[in-house]
């Protein structure tokens, strides 16, 4: 019952190790290019100790491709662009500094990996982008990521992964470590288990499909229910954050911070050769704040109420 791909509703990548340093998952036989497209807004509301009000319109478009190279190599290469319209007055406490109209970027992903004789396999994975109220605007308004992963199996069907990350995408550049185990005791349950992250996959049912991930704050939970090969419902809670950097800074270190908390249900049908989503949903938790730059252990916050958000994904492979 996996015809169809439910958008919307993936692991947070990533954010459970450090910025974009969570290696890129072993190949399968679907070589490729995946072309996805979505589009949300968010309605108006209030933020809390100011009479101002919120509201966001957000775009995310992404191309993946994967080809093998000779017979033990992989090579992956991806591109996202991402756009952020903000409706607000509201100054940010302690700056006083405007919250930006627009946030945009983009990012160019590219990987390798190599299978050994042995059956373990070498990744790596290097990322550029810029999301910025001015992107590519400089040297400091650039993110970057760099990872190296080597997976060792373990039986038949498990497998240790260790490895390092480096990144810049909070703020800071250190290296990460990488440990993981991947679970796999069945083809109905799949488990990776790291610090600090889990993620789980249970399939309970031909038609039903449970998810579960989380680690250093984030959780995300979703349930998707198959009707046919080409129609899915699904509900779901997940925390939503990204990072920008304001070009007028004086610290490299300090920066944009969105997050909040999504509940939401939606339907998932597929066009062949297109799969479209439509989500809708409430968020909570939401929290707009930056870096002072003078003391980047402090930062500002919009605190804003919940609101009511809509997203269509459309995507496509071939």
């Given at each position: ?23 890129i998952a072993a190949p399968s036989d679907d070589f490729g ?137 909070y703020g800071s550049s250190e290296v990460v470590p990488i ?140």
């Amino acid at each position: 019952m996996n015809a169809i791909k439910v958008l919307g509703l993936t692991v947070i990548s990533g954010c459970f190790l450090s910025a974009h340093t969570q290696a890129i998952a072993a190949p399968s036989d679907d070589f490729g290019t995946e072309i996805s497209l979505s589009t949300d807004n968010q309605s108006k509301s209030d933020i809390e100790g100011q009479n101002n009000t919120f509201s966001m319109r957000s775009s995310t478009f992404s191309l993946n491709h994967s080809m093998p190279i000779h017979n033990q190599d992989v090579l992956y290469m991806g591109f996202e662009a991402q756009q952020f319209d903000i409706k607000t007055q509201a100054l940010i406490p302690g700056t006083q500094a405007r919250v930006p109209d627009k946030i945009s970027g983009a990012s160019i992903n590219l990987g390798w990996m190599h299978a050994m004789d042995n059956d373990m396999s070498l990744t790596v994975e290097g990322n550029v982008g810029s999301l910025s109220d001015k992107p590519f605007s400089g040297s400091n308004s650039l993110s970057y990521s760099l990872t190296g992963m080597l997976e060792i199996p373990s039986g038949e069907r498990n497998a240790w992964e260790l490895g390092l990350g480096h990144a810049n995408e909070y703020g800071s550049s250190e290296v990460v470590p990488i440990l993981a185990y991947q679970w796999n005791p069945s083809d109905t349950f799949q488990a990776r288990i790291g610090l600090p992250f889990i993620e789980a996959t249970w399939q309970p049912h031909e038609r039903v499909e449970l998810f579960a991930a989380g680690g250093e704050g984030q959780i995300e939970l979703s349930s998707t229910f198959y009707i046919s090969e080409n129609t899915a419902l699904f509900a779901g809670y997940k925390e939503r954050s990204w990072s920008a950097r304001r070009a007028a800074r004086t610290n490299d270190e300090a920066l944009l911070n969105f997050e909040q908390k999504e509940t939401s249900i939606g339907i998932s049908q597929n066009f062949d050769p297109f799969t479209v989503s439509l989500m809708a949903g409430r968020t909570s938790g939401t929290k707009f704040s930056e870096s002072k730059d003078d003391d980047k252990g402090s930062s500002n916050r919009l605190d804003i109420d919940g609101s009511n958000f809509i997203r269509l994904s459309i995507s496509t492979d071939f």
